[in-house]
């Protein structure tokens, strides 16, 4: 039976019609072997607030002036904005799409710091600032599609998590890697209600944390990351469906064993380990052929691996897929 798991969603939380209506369309066009990874047009400049302390400051050292013109990326257009930093899901500030924008400012980013444990030679908590120094960010502008139940275009800057992991030095034993949250329930209202267990947990087998396309997204739109998109720092897995895409996170921690996550002890029948997007493989309530693209009408065909199966297909080279949804 096919199968794939995503957070369930309410029907009244889907996008709504009049949505599309509104929206710029797309240009016509797919992303092309090579093309995930690239350049996007010129963005403003970071924009940081008076407050702003150590990591903001790194961050906003490394996007000041101009950033690249040359586009070396695919040539659908990006979604807009607006709706990429409204329409979100962000449990920790409540189920509704409409409430992460609504009540991210309390969320505290600053100082952030990162756990980085388990099978690594080189352990310890890290602060942001240290992480992302010398990170030549302005060349690290990422725009992938990514799909949700819904999907978009999106401008990240980031860099890949694979960089981060080879500087702690993974042992031979690291199989996998899990990933954590904030847990802040004085700050976090979602977390005053057991939505799922918390702090929201994620994980990635080690070839798929170290492939290129697996991204730590610190900004986008050519911005510092907007808090209910999951500041100060996110992963981004474009060929899975977003909610393996964890968002501000605080731990990284290398394992031997197939971790659990937040969504496999919520529904282990409707969420799995992999959650590759794959057009053949049916959410048990609903088909997953077909998809939204915010900002058009209608609905369009569904890629497998979202679109990058010639760069993430060998991953799973002789794996069921359906049975490894
Ligand atoms: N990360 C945390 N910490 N909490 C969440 O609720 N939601 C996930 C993922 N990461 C989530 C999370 C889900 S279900 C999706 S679809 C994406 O974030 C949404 O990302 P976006 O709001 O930036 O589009």
């Given at each position: 039976?096919?199968?794939?798991?995503?957070?369930?969603?309410?029907?009244?939380?889907?996008?709504?019609?009049?949505?599309?209506?509104?929206?710029?369309?797309?240009?016509?066009?797919?992303?092309?072997?090579?093309?995930?990874?690239?350049?996007?047009?010129?963005?403003?400049?970071?924009?940081?607030?008076?407050?702003?302390?150590?990591?903001?400051?790194?961050?906003?050292?490394?996007?000041?002036?101009?950033?690249?013109?040359?586009?070396?990326?695919?040539?659908?257009?990006?979604?807009?904005?607006?709706?990429?930093?409204?329409?979100?899901?962000?449990?920790?500030?409540?189920?509704?799409?409409?409430?992460?924008?609504?009540?991210?400012?309390?969320?505290?980013?600053?100082?952030?710091?990162?756990s980085i444990e388990g099978e690594v030679g080189k352990p310890g908590?890290?602060?942001?600032?240290?992480?992302?120094?010398?990170?030549?960010?302005?060349?690290?502008?990422?725009?992938?599609?990514?799909?949700?139940?819904?999907?978009?275009?999106?401008?990240?800057?980031?860099?890949?998590?694979?960089?981060?992991l080879?500087?702690h030095e993974p042992t031979?034993r690291a199989r996998y890697v899990v990933f954590?949250?904030?847990?802040?329930?004085?700050?976090?209202?979602?977390?005053?209600?057991?939505?799922?267990?918390?702090?929201?947990?994620?994980g990635?087998?080690i070839?798929?944390?170290?492939?290129?396309?697996?991204?730590?997204?610190?900004?986008?739109?050519?911005?510092?990351?907007?808090?209910?998109?999951?500041?100060?720092?996110?992963?981004?897995?474009?060929?899975?469906?977003?909610?393996?895409?964890?968002?501000?996170?605080?731990s990284i921690r290398l394992v031997e064993e197939?971790p659990?996550?937040?969504?496999?002890?919520?529904?282990?029948?409707?969420?799995?380990?992999?959650?590759?997007?794959?057009?053949?493989?049916?959410?048990?309530?609903?088909?997953?052929?077909?998809?939204?693209?915010?900002?058009?009408?209608?609905?369009?065909?569904?890629?497998?691996?979202?679109?990058?199966?010639?760069?993430?297909?060998?991953?799973?080279?002789?794996?069921?897929?359906?049975?490894?949804?």
């Amino acid at each position: 039976m096919a199968r794939y798991r995503y957070p369930a969603i309410p029907e009244s939380e889907v996008t709504p019609r009049e949505l599309f209506a509104q929206r710029r369309r797309f240009l016509k066009g797919t992303l092309t072997r090579g093309a995930a990874l690239g350049m996007v047009a010129a963005a403003p400049g970071l924009l940081l607030s008076p407050t702003s302390r150590a990591w903001t400051e790194t961050l906003s050292g490394q996007l000041s002036g101009e950033l690249p013109s040359r586009s070396l990326a695919g040539e659908e257009a990006l979604t807009d904005r607006k709706d990429v930093t409204t329409y979100n899901n962000f449990y920790e500030f409540g189920t509704r799409k409409s409430d992460p924008e609504v009540y991210a400012h309390k969320l505290v980013t600053d100082p952030w710091s990162v756990s980085i444990e388990g099978e690594v030679g080189k352990p310890g908590s890290f602060a942001l600032e240290d992480i992302l120094a010398g990170q030549a960010l302005e060349e690290r502008i990422y725009r992938l599609r990514c799909v949700e139940a819904w999907s978009m275009v999106i401008p990240w800057i980031g860099f890949p998590l694979a960089e981060l992991l080879k500087r702690h030095e993974p042992t031979s034993r690291a199989r996998y890697v899990v990933f954590e949250s904030i847990f802040d329930p004085d700050n976090l209202r979602g977390q005053r209600r057991s939505i799922i267990e918390w702090p929201y947990r994620e994980g990635l087998r080690i070839d798929e944390a170290m492939h290129p396309l697996t991204l730590l997204a610190v900004g986008m739109y050519g911005e510092r990351m907007p808090n209910q998109n999951g500041a100060p720092i996110r992963l981004v897995v474009p060929w899975k469906y977003g909610f393996k895409s964890i968002k501000s996170v605080v731990s990284i921690r290398l394992v031997e064993e197939m971790p659990t996550t937040s969504w496999i002890d919520q529904n282990p029948d409707e969420y799995g380990f992999y959650a590759n997007v794959n057009p053949a493989v049916d959410h048990p309530r609903w088909s997953q052929a077909r998809e939204r693209r915010i900002g058009e009408s209608g609905r369009r065909d569904t890629l497998m691996f979202n679109g990058y199966a010639d760069e993430v297909a060998e991953l799973y080279a002789g794996m069921d897929l359906n049975q490894h949804f």
